[in-house]
């Protein structure tokens, strides 16, 4: 899982920024939303707005992702062209296709969330759907104490912020799996903590433990989590798929010689 900031598409995440902040510029809505969370706990808002307003980039530095795309059934045969050209990386691409039910109840505060594309009107929308829960439940969140509150709010707002994008890039579908430890810090991932530099510059990762135990949790196996394996366009495509069923079979896939195959698309060097 890598830094939000330290990802190719951490524009995205500024678009969501720049939505968020003229949401909470206009007056009006700021005012509606601040009653909310004031009728809930008395100058509750203040606290909120003092840290936003100095702390997005905190927030961003506290997200933790791993990016997905909805594989449909359809493109099995081929994969999705757009993908291979822009994330198949290297001279062998593979479209590692994950089951959800697996992947979206990961332990370690993990959490799956759906990806949204909106416009400005749709983004305004989601966070009126927050100010809108509030009200609803007014008595329940008033008997909680503030700080728990509080921090209820902030990871709903910090959760709608790592995972909006502009409308251009709908046709991803992505999924984004999300730890954010300055809401919910989980001792075991901490402990998988290391540091990487994937594109020359040193970053901290979080390790998704798969397939063996970490304290009294249980993780998804690799059984559990590969439903198939499709390698993209490349020039040895046999030797890949042999040695990929063969480190399958290593992590004890029930199926290891039958999930693995080429997406089919001709293979073309670059010029």
């Not at 005012?31 to 100095?54: P, R």
């Not at 509030?134 to 921090?151: G, Q, R």
């Not at 909006?164 to 999300?178: A, D, I, N, S, V």
């Not at 402990?191 to 990487?196: E, N």
Request: a positive charge; aromatic letters at 10%; hydrophobic letters at 40%.
């Amino acid at each position: 899982m890598r830094n939000a900031r330290g990802m190719n598409d951490f524009s995205e995440i500024r678009y969501a920024r720049k939505l968020f902040l003229s949401y909470f510029l206009d007056q009006n809505r700021r005012a509606v939303f601040a009653k909310a969370c004031n009728d809930c706990h008395k100058n509750s808002f203040v606290s909120l707005s003092n840290f936003f307003d100095g702390n997005i980039s905190y927030v961003e530095n506290q997200t933790y992702i791993t990016c997905l795309s909805i594989h449909d059934k359809k493109k099995d045969a081929g994969g999705r062209l757009s993908m291979w050209r822009g994330y198949g990386g290297g001279a062998v691409a593979a479209a590692v296709v994950i089951k959800k039910h697996s992947v979206m109840n990961l332990p370690f505060g993990i959490i799956g969330v759906k990806v949204e594309y909106p416009d400005e009107k749709g983004f305004f929308e989601s966070i009126d759907e927050i100010k809108d829960y509030l009200i609803m439940h007014k008595n329940a969140f008033s008997s909680v104490p503030a700080d728990i509150f509080i921090k209820f709010i902030v990871a709903k707002l910090q959760i709608i912020l790592s995972t909006t994008k502009h409308p251009g890039f709908r046709e991803e579908e992505e999924w984004r799996l999300l730890y954010m430890p300055n809401m919910f810090k989980s001792d075991p991932l901490e402990a998988l903590k290391a540091q990487a530099a994937p594109k020359g510059i040193p970053e901290t990762i979080y390790k998704i433990p798969i397939g063996k135990a970490l304290g009294p949790q249980a993780v998804a196996t690799v059984d559990e989590l590969v439903e198939q394996v499709i390698i993209g366009p490349c020039a040895e495509v046999d030797l890949a798929i042999l040695a990929i069923k063969d480190a399958l079979n290593e992590a004890k896939h029930r199926r290891w010689d039958k999930v693995v195959r080429s997406c089919g698309i001709p293979y073309r060097e670059r010029i």
